[in-house]
């Protein structure tokens, strides 16, 4: 729900920004963008929270860490051959969004890693 709620309000803030003029346009991978790491944060959180092996926890976390860096680096290298005029605006844009989810990712993991431990 939360994943949801930030990627709607990241979209409503991007159009309102637009609409204001505050900047010229949206970036043209803003939603491509929004969905993959949304989609990305929440796939990865949802298995990592239903995981039953504690044992397993951080190096199945380090694994989606890697894959969905190399995943990341691949869709910024097509954002920018797809797009060069726009290249700075699109990567800046998901870099922004990077830290946004990443760091949802890790709040929420961290609750969950904490609540797990013996006291």
């Known amino acids: 729900m939360v994943v949801l709620a930030v990627a709607i309000s990241v979209a409503i803030l991007v159009m309102l920004s637009v609409e204001l003029?505050?900047?010229?346009?949206?970036?043209?991978?803003?939603?491509?963008?929004?969905?993959?790491l949304a989609a990305f944060t929440l796939v990865i959180?949802?298995?990592?929270d239903r995981l039953k092996s504690p044992e397993m926890f951080l190096q199945i976390y380090l694994l989606s860490m890697a894959v969905k860096l190399l995943g990341y680096v691949a869709y910024v290298v097509m954002m920018i051959v797809g797009d060069k005029a726009g290249a700075n605006k699109n990567v800046l844009f998901f870099l922004v969004l990077y830290l946004i989810f990443t760091a949802l990712e890790v709040i929420f993991l961290y609750r969950k890693i904490a609540g797990n431990r013996p006291r």
Not at 45 to 48: K, V
Request: glycine share 0%.
């Open 45 to 48: 959180y949802r298995y990592l």
């Open 21 to 36: 003029d505050w900047i010229a346009a949206a970036p043209s991978y803003f939603l491509q963008s929004l969905l993959l």
